[in-house]
């Protein structure tokens, strides 16, 4: 049984930044891609960055391009996102997803992620 669990989130002021991590738990594969959607009060869950299985692509939202770093650590079975110049509007539970993500998609959907985490809020205060 696979188990994804976030850490890091928390409150930070606009223009901060925060790092979030999560781990894998049981046995997901090497190949399966891992990333991060988020949902803010009354909006519907959205991609945010993802990582390919070796990690030879990485896709992000146009909202988080220049601003979030997604990196992964096949050793620790982690996948860690960096947010820099935090926004009001990045305000959101952050949910880690993993699941298999053809390598030549433009974007990642929340109904194709086979697991996910139980999620970490992040406030931006303004």
């Known amino acids: 049984q696979v188990q994804l669990v976030e850490s890091g989130g928390g409150l930070v002021q606009a223009g901060g930044s925060l790092r979030l991590s999560c781990v894998a738990s049981?046995?997901?594969?090497?190949?399966?891609?891992m990333g991060w959607f988020r949902q803010a009060p009354g909006k519907e869950r959205e991609f945010v960055v993802g990582?390919?299985?070796?990690?030879?692509?990485?896709w992000y939202a146009e909202s988080v391009k220049g601003r979030f770093t997604c990196s992964r650590d096949h050793a620790n079975n982690t996948v860690s996102l960096q947010m820099n110049s935090l926004k009001f509007e990045d305000t959101a539970v952050y949910y880690c997803?993993?699941?298999?993500?053809?390598?030549?998609?433009?974007?990642?959907?929340?109904?194709?992620?086979?697991?996910w985490g139980k999620g970490t809020l992040v406030t931006v205060s303004s």
């Open positions: 997803a993993a699941g298999y993500i053809n390598m030549y998609a433009s974007t990642w959907r929340a109904n194709a992620m086979d697991y």
């Open positions: 049981g046995r997901l594969a090497s190949s399966y891609a």
């Open positions: 990582i390919s299985g070796r990690g030879l692509r990485t």
